[in-house]
Nanobody, 115 residues
Framework: QVQLVESGGGLVQPGGSLRLSCVAS????????MNWYRQAPGKERELVAG????????NYADSVKGRFTISRDNAKNTVYLQMSDLKPEDTAVYYC????????WGQGTQVTVSS
């Protein structure tokens, strides 16, 4: 069974940090490009960051450049999103996405930035 399971979300104060994790199973992880998306209430889902399969090149939305870092550990079938200097506008459900032969989505993890 192909599955992505996110974890690490929660409530954090502005300026704080969180690290999201996404563990993949049922697929050859190293062959998949991995993305993090987010969706805030009333807004469309947007791409936050992506990392390619073999080379590990990364890309980021302008709104998170310099604050978020995406990384992957192919030995652990895991992709991470390190989020720093969090702002209230980062509040959203964050989704992990694997793109390769298949396109697979996780169930999402809530991130709330509030004082």
């Amino acid at each position: 069974q192909v599955q992505l399971v996110e974890s690490g979300g929660g409530l954090v104060q502005p300026g704080g940090s969180l690290r999201l994790s996404c563990v993949a199973s049922g697929l050859t992880f190293s062959r998949y490009r991995m993305n993090w998306y987010r969706q805030a209430p009333g807004k469309e889902r947007e791409l936050v960051a992506g990392i390619t399969n073999f080379v590990g090149s990364t890309n980021y939305a302008d709104s998170v450049k310099g604050r978020f870092t995406i990384s992957r550990d192919n030995a652990k079938n895991t992709v991470y999103l390190q989020m720093s200097d969090l702002k209230p506008e980062d509040t959203a459900v964050y989704y992990c996405n694997a793109v390769g032969i298949l396109s697979v989505w996780g169930q999402g993890t809530q991130v709330t930035v509030s004082s």
